[in-house]
């Protein structure tokens, strides 16, 4: 099983960026599939949900309206696609995949400032 996120990086206030979690070794179509977030000395926090079928998502409160998050179950890829992005989002993001069990990836870093 292998998720990998990629797309972080530094980007100023009010900027976007897409993060992408390509996944491999298991049934993509039939996991929730979502993306947290861990920010230094703070605990680990969901950011977006999205169904096995991509008919429902859900969000954070503290990022609702900017944050998207979408899956490709072809391409068997997630993405979180960020706009307004405020030095609050800056934090190591991760990719998750939830059935039975919960898979992780290794992260990448998002850093918002100027």
């Known amino acids: 099983v292998q998720l990998v996120e990629s797309g972080g990086g530094l980007v100023q206030p009010g900027g976007s960026l897409r993060l992408s979690c390509a996944a491999s070794?298991?049934?993509?179509?039939?996991?929730?599939m979502s993306w947290y977030r861990q920010a230094p000395e703070k605990e680990r926090e969901l950011v977006a949900t999205?169904?096995?079928?991509?008919?429902?998502?859900n969000y954070a409160d503290s990022v609702k309206g900017r944050f998207t998050i979408s899956r490709d179950n072809a391409k068997t890829t997630v993405y979180l696609q960020m706009n307004g992005l405020k030095p609050e989002d800056t934090a190591v993001y991760y990719c998750?995949?939830?059935?039975?069990?919960?898979?992780w990836g290794q992260g990448t870093q998002v850093t918002v400032s100027s």
């Open positions: 999205i169904t096995s079928a991509g008919d429902s998502t």
């Open positions: 070794g298991f049934t993509f179509s039939s996991y929730v």
């Open positions: 998750n995949a939830r059935r039975w069990v919960h898979y």
